[in-house]
């Protein structure tokens, strides 16, 4: 299917705002559209008239026989929209009501201008947008003051002052912390930074975040590499050092669902002969590994290490103790 003549418009608005392949913002002859467009001539010429309809000025520079828009032109800041094709707004639109069945309070407050200004290229007509649902379940509420706060801290590169609540060890800390990101995951916001009081990267939820204030302080930056490290090293959102591999073997019937699933960039699987599907995956701390073990029930198997299997065959006997008590 060809290019739209709004997408097209588009696609010529780039190219002359420098957003094309080279970047350059400079006039572009007829023929360096056509190729880098690659299109016809008359192709291009209607597409200019498309951006002239809008509004927009685009002169031709006689001497460098090419044709440019005035990258400080009032219309042409004013004509965000332009920059995007029909499919990219659908798309932008279509991440909104995602956002808004996640979070609803922070989609409505942070993002409301931004789908009314979607909404208005595409016009009203939703129907696409509505054949995309998304179940929030097991999600936890995230505070709508701490999450502005925090990620205007983050982006700022300013220090902030929490109070935190560990809930393992029911325990509340003071501490003075640099954000570095901010990370949904499962249904839960977490702010990765690193806490000044235990000289290291740590992750907070945001939940669990009683109390800050943002302080005069810069932020200390820590490395793009080493934040990657820091959430992708072990199982789960939990950070540290691997300490082990979980051996898991889940049976026949099961192992059509798990070999298709992603637990850990590094794990590695393999079907059995009897029709079981082994995976190995690294890990540190086991409780958020032992969460996902034990909702499969007598459909998994761990295998190894021996101190895990252990602890998720403690934890099965205490369930089977609960119900056998009375």
Request: aromatic content about 8%.
């Amino acid at each position: 299917m060809g290019m739209s003549n709004t997408d097209r418009a588009v696609q010529l608005f780039r190219e002359l705002m420098g957003r094309g392949p080279d970047r350059a913002l400079q006039p572009r002859s007829m023929k360096g559209l056509c190729r880098s467009m690659d299109c016809s001539r008359a192709t291009v010429k209607r597409a200019l008239e498309n951006l002239r309809e809008t509004g927009h000025d685009i002169p031709f520079h006689a001497e460098t026989n090419g044709y440019y828009i005035e990258a400080s032109s009032e219309h042409a800041m004013q004509a965000i929209p332009m920059q995007f094709s029909g499919a990219e707004l659908r798309a932008l639109l279509a991440m909104h009501e995602l956002l808004s069945r996640l979070e609803p309070d922070l989609s409505d407050r942070f993002t409301a201008p931004v789908k009314e200004l979607v909404e208005r290229e595409l016009g009203r007509d939703r129907t696409q947008v509505d054949r995309i649902r998304i179940l929030g379940i097991g999600s936890r509420d995230t505070p709508e003051d701490t999450f502005e706060t925090l990620a205007e801290a983050t982006m700022e590169r300013r220090r902030v002052n929490i109070t935190y609540h560990a809930r393992g060890k029911d325990q509340q800390t003071r501490r003075d912390v640099s954000p570095q990101r901010l990370v949904s995951y499962r249904g839960a916001w977490y702010l990765d930074a690193w806490c000044h009081m235990r000289e290291d990267l740590r992750m907070f939820s945001l939940d669990c975040i009683l109390d800050y204030s943002v302080l005069e302080e810069a932020a200390t930056d820590v490395d793009d590499e080493q934040l990657d490290d820091h959430v992708k090293s072990t199982y789960g959102i939990f950070p540290g050092a691997v300490t082990g591999t979980a051996v898991l073997r889940f049976n026949p019937h099961r192992a059509r669902w798990v070999e298709s699933e992603l637990w850990h960039p590094e794990q590695k699987g393999q079907r059995l002969e009897d029709g079981s599907y082994q995976l190995e995956v690294p890990y540190g701390r086991s409780e958020e590994l032992m969460m996902d073990i034990l909702k499969y029930g007598p459909d998994v198997e761990v295998i190894g290490p021996p101190e895990l299997r252990e602890l998720v065959a403690a934890r099965l006997r205490e369930a089977s103790g609960s119900y056998s008590a009375g």
